[in-house]
């Protein structure tokens, strides 16, 4: 497993392109290299196991978004047919690249969640949640817990499945989904009772000292004041561009002074940490390589935005142009996968401690 | 360590005190076995002891309790963490995070403990539950004991003086039961902890106990005292137990060891004195057949309603049954017995058509038109006219507001005309809650209205899947008669159970699953004469194939006694 810090930096490199570029070569790129990460990782945490429903939501919205592009965009060249000019919306040309341009959307989303399939295959999700601030702890431990249930949801949903079956139950319409979702809800709530008990029971948030209550409502009161005084200033910046400074400034004060609240309610969490990851050669290897890919794609977009730019219509080319330079910059983001191979996988089925010695946990840093 | 003087408590929106005017004092370093049928107050009466019981969830308590010279009413649960650990019934809904170490180390990040001593205080409760080689895997790929076991480990790096357990064991198959029970022992008699714990598997514990607390419930009080006197006193008592107070046998045995001297001796006065053989053969002066324990098999000629050819199926590239054949006939009572993880849930969603064979067949008959349905082919709506199947959890299919509505939607299902639920509902001794919110009832009483739900379409051949969990003495007793009285009436019933008193109270043939292969296949009381691990009590007791139940050598000894009093 990666540190958690370089692994995230390979997510942010991977998830840049993906967002910012519409270039469908580029983007093929990027999936594949989210493909071969995934391949080389393997399910080796809870959520790695995901990459299919990921990979079919993203192909699902692929296949919606070229037929919602080619009729409700009516602008090209190459006319394929022609629908009733009558027809409010869907009415007029149906063209060749609001097809492809439909296709490269849909292609730039089903990137973005490989990209993120990849991510979860190889994330210590525990490890990420102890990263986050002080202020988000509360979150993270949420966020922790759904992990953790979630295998266990997936097997009693298939239990429930199969006992209504039995009695009779077939799907029709959507009043027959009480039979399936009501026992699932109840099992679910009885669980999360038992466990808040047993976190009650060990003592959790049990050294968290509330601050005074006038201090929690200011501290509430500065949060509200400085959101508002933020999308004030985002409103400023989107819709009077002329309004000079004062959209910016204003943003800038606003998120510092969020900032500086969450700094303070941070203070009042007290935590330690059993487990200190160690940073590795290969980490840093990662961490390098990802902030390159990341420096070299948003350096092409802001010296040299035309060999990043892509757009089907008229009169740019329907076929999109391909920079080799720009496709080398975004190969290394493929290293998760050459590197992978001398990690031994972290848990899973069948491992055994033989495993467990191998990679021996890393203490060694306290 | 722990003292009540005059505890009471009354839950929120409850007209009546579950808990009244409790006095007692529990030693340190005692090992408090807390029994009584369920809805007794057991689980509260535990709850109270960290102060979940009134800080989570409200009511009215009165009188005073002190933990190791601390008071729970008034710490409540963050307060007594470090005191006392508790751990409750179902190992997987006690998960905070999805790795072993880190689950053990959780509670004392959120403390803030130094580093150095949490590394500590990790490594010996891994090795205190004796779980370091699960430490890096994942809790979703453990079993049910070693999670268990994991979770008892996390209360312990807090260092707790007393350890509390809720049912550790309920939801567990024999063979981690003992486990998590072994470990519980050790844990009281090594590290001089004080364990209070509730159980109904008494014949696992009794012999470990110091004193046990027997809560009857409805108002009635406790009773507590050394385990010999609590259970000459009460009825919910394992078979052994049960045998020794029908026979009078003096000071009750505790474990079969102590059984086995009493059935020598009066073996010994039988045989006129003489050194009794190691196997007390009673079968020397008796009948040869007995008729109260005669297999009621069906006739050989009755046709197969169930025939399973050459089965294989796998899954995950785990190969789950393997070349199984079988056949059972009209009105036979078939239980399945193995390990978790033999095949035997597999095999019953076979039965069912939830699962289709790989290779082989399954062919299901009806016994009333003696049609032939091959899951193959068979649409699940076909075969469920036919073959009924309660799941393991009955929470899996309780979704209505009443239980009658549960059984009219089974009816809907089957598009069965609405019907009276009265008569079903009595022998399920569900009659006085046709209109109570069926997740409400306990344990017993919700498997007891899964099996009503899908009784009510009439399925001619029964499949039950663990179907005594959770249930205590009595209610394994009235399931029993229950299941033996549906037989009587021509159905099929095939059961998959861990439960050896169950097997050997009502079935008449015991298939022995292992690896997805049938290992033996006969009738019970031979196949439960040969084994050691899949013996009832009494079984082991005598020794004897003909006796596998308190009935059965009640039974006996009266003929005996008939046949003595004839001679005299």
């Known amino acids: 497993m990666y540190h958690t810090w370089a692994w995230v930096a390979w997510l942010a490199a991977a998830a840049l392109p993906a967002f910012t570029l519409q270039n469908p070569l580029y983007l093929a790129l990027v999936l594949a290299a989210a493909w071969l990460v995934y391949t080389a990782l393997g399910r080796s945490t809870p959520l790695g196991s995901s990459w299919g429903a990921f990979v079919r939501i993203g192909v699902f919205f692929l296949a919606l978004s070229i037929p919602f592009n080619a009729l409700s965009i009516h602008a090209g060249e190459i006319v394929l047919f022609r629908l009733p000019e009558a027809w409010p919306i869907v009415g007029g040309p149906i063209t060749l690249e609001a097809i492809v341009a439909g296709a490269a959307n849909g292609l730039s989303l089903l990137a973005i969640l490989a990209v993120f399939a990849a991510f979860n295959a190889g994330v210590d999700h525990y490890q990420l949640l102890r990263a986050t601030p002080a202020f988000l702890f509360q979150a993270g431990v949420v966020v922790s817990i759904a992990i953790t249930f979630v295998p266990q949801m997936v097997l009693a949903a298939r239990e429930i499945r199969q006992a209504q079956r039995i009695r009779g139950h077939r799907l029709r319409g959507v009043r027959d989904l009480l039979p399936l979702i009501i026992p699932l809800l109840a099992n679910g709530l009885e669980r999360a009772i038992q466990l808040a008990e047993t976190m009650e029971a060990r003592g959790f948030a049990g050294t968290q000292v509330p601050g005074p209550r006038r201090q929690a409502l200011w501290l509430q009161l500065g949060t509200l004041a400085a959101l508002l005084a933020l999308l004030a200033g985002l409103f400023i910046l989107a819709y009077y561009p002329a309004g000079g400074p004062l959209g910016g400034n204003l943003s800038g004060l606003a998120v510092a002074g969020l900032l500086a609240l969450f700094w303070f309610q941070g203070r009042g969490v007290r935590r330690s940490r059993y487990r200190r990851p160690r940073w590795e050669g290969r980490d840093t290897a990662l961490a390098v390589t990802s902030l390159l890919v990341a420096a070299a794609v948003a350096g092409a977009r802001f010296l040299a935005p035309a060999t990043l730019y892509y757009s089907p219509y008229p009169p740019a080319a329907l076929l999109p142009a391909f920079n080799p330079w720009i496709g080398a910059a975004l190969l290394p983001l493929v290293l998760p996968a050459l590197l992978a191979p001398r990690m031994a996988p972290r848990n899973g089925s069948g491992n055994g401690p033989e495993q467990a010695g191998a990679r021996s946990v890393a203490h060694d840093s306290f | ?568």
């Open chain 2, 1 to 568: 360590m722990i003292r009540f003087e005059h505890l009471g408590y009354r839950y929120p929106g409850s007209p009546s005190a579950i808990l009244e005017d409790l006095s007692f004092d529990v030693r340190e370093g005692e090992f408090l076995l807390v029994i009584g049928p369920s809805g007794s107050g057991k689980s509260t009466l535990l709850r109270c002891l960290n102060g979940l019981v009134p800080h989570f969830y409200g009511g009215q308590i009165s009188g005073r309790l002190s933990v190791d010279g601390r008071d729970p009413v008034a710490l409540g649960p963050r307060g007594m963490a470090g005191t006392v650990g508790f751990v409750l019934q179902d190992p997987e809904a006690q998960f905070v995070v999805d790795r072993v170490e880190d689950e053990l180390a959780f509670a004392l990040e959120n403390q803030g403990q130094d580093p150095i001593v949490m590394r500590k205080r990790v490594e010996e409760a891994l090795d205190q539950l004796g779980i370091a080689g699960l430490r890096q895997r994942s809790v979703n790929t453990l079993s049910g004991g070693e999670r268990q076991r994991v979770a008892i480990a996390a209360v312990m790096t807090l260092q707790p003086r007393l350890l509390v357990l809720d049912e550790p064991t309920s939801q567990l198959d024999p063979q981690a039961a003992e486990e998590v029970l072994d470990t519980l022992v050790k844990l009281n008699e090594d590290l001089g902890l004080t364990v209070v714990l509730s159980e109904h598997r008494l014949e696992r514990v009794v012999q470990y106990a110091d004193r046990i607390l027997y809560m009857p419930g409805e108002g009635r009080p406790p009773i507590l005292g050394e385990p010999r006197a609590v259970l000459g006193q009460v009825d919910l008592t394992p078979p052994l137990i049960t045998l020794a107070k029908a026979l009078g046998w003096s000071p009750l045995p505790l474990t079969i060891k102590e059984g086995r001297r009493f059935v020598s001796r009066e073996a010994g006065i039988e045989n006129g004195g003489s050194l009794p053989a190691a196997v007390p053969s009673a079968n020397a002066g008796s009948p040869a057949v007995e008729p109260s324990v005669v297999p009621a098999f069906a006739p050989a000629t009755s046709a197969p309603v169930v025939s399973v050819s050459h089965l294989d199926f796998s899954y995950n590239g785990h190969l789950a049954l393997d070349g199984v054949s079988l056949d059972v006939r009209q009105g036979e009572f078939v239980a399945l017995m193995g390990r978790n993880g033999s095949g035997k849930t597999t095999l019953l969603k076979q039965l069912v058509g939830l699962l289709r064979p790989q290779r082989g067949e399954v062919e299901i008959v009806d016994p009333r038109s003696h049609e032939s349905l091959n899951t193959r082919r068979a649409a699940v709506e076909e075969i469920i006219g036919v073959v009924g199947y309660v799941p393991q959890n009955p929470n899996a299919l309780l979704f209505n507001d009443t239980v009658r509505q549960e059984l009219d939607f089974t009816r809907r299902g089957h598009n069965l005309p609405p019907a009276d639920d009265g008569a079903l509902l009595d022998t399920l001794g569900l009659a006085g809650h046709a209109e109570d919110y069926p997740r409400d009832l306990s344990v017993g009483e919700r498997q007891r209205v899964a099996l009503a739900s899908i009784l009510v379409a009439e399925p001619q051949i029964l499949l039950l899947d663990e179907p005594t969990r959770g249930l205590d003495y009595r209610q394994k007793a009235a399931l029993a008669g229950f299941l033996k009285a549906e037989k009587a009436r021509g159905r099929t019933i095939i059961m998959a159970t861990h439960d050896v008193e169950l097997v050997a109270g009502c079935a008449d043939r015991v298939v022995l699953l292992g690896d997805g292969q049938v290992v033996v296949d006969g009738p019970a009381r031979q196949v439960m004469g040969e084994s050691l691990v899949f013996a009832s009590q009494i079984n082991k007791l005598y020794r004897d194939p003909a006796l596998l139940t308190v009935e059965a050598v009640l039974a006996r000894r009266a003929r005996q006694a008939k046949g003595n009093g004839h001679r005299g």
